[in-house]
């Protein structure tokens, strides 16, 4: 099992990114997924997170800015962000809670983080 992220770059402020992360492999079924951002020295820090069923929750500092969704039938979660500032700047993680083929346990999987700099 594999979770891809894509979508970062560079970006001037007020302007708006979208962030994919593809979890590929055997999957037998996905709990939530979600993003988590880090600045180098800072801990990795909670987005947004989609529950299966429907159920998001976002930081605080992206609320009404950050839209989290997903696409069941493909295994993605995106990330819309919209209102870009400068301390939005971090490496983007996705993250998702699964149970692989085969697999009677849930385990967490990690995408590689995808960088995304505001800056004027």
């Known amino acids: 099992v594999q979770l891809q992220a894509s979508g970062g770059g560079l970006v001037q402020p007020g302007g708006s990114l979208r962030l994919s992360c593809v979890a590929s492999?055997?999957?037998?079924?996905?709990?939530?997924m979600g993003w988590y951002r880090q600045v180098p020295g800072n801990l990795r820090e909670l987005v947004a997170v989609?529950?299966?069923?429907?159920?998001?929750n976002y930081a605080d500092s992206v609320k009404g800015r950050f839209t989290i969704s997903r696409d069941n039938a493909k295994n993605t979660v995106y990330l819309q962000m919209n209102s870009l500032k400068p301390e939005d700047t971090a490496n983007y993680y996705c993250r998702a809670a699964l149970r692989p083929g085969g697999s009677d346990s849930w385990y967490i999987y990690w995408g590689q983080g995808t960088l995304v700099t505001v800056s004027s």
């Open positions: 492999g055997s999957i037998f079924s996905i709990n939530d």
């Open positions: 989609t529950i299966n069923g429907g159920d998001t």
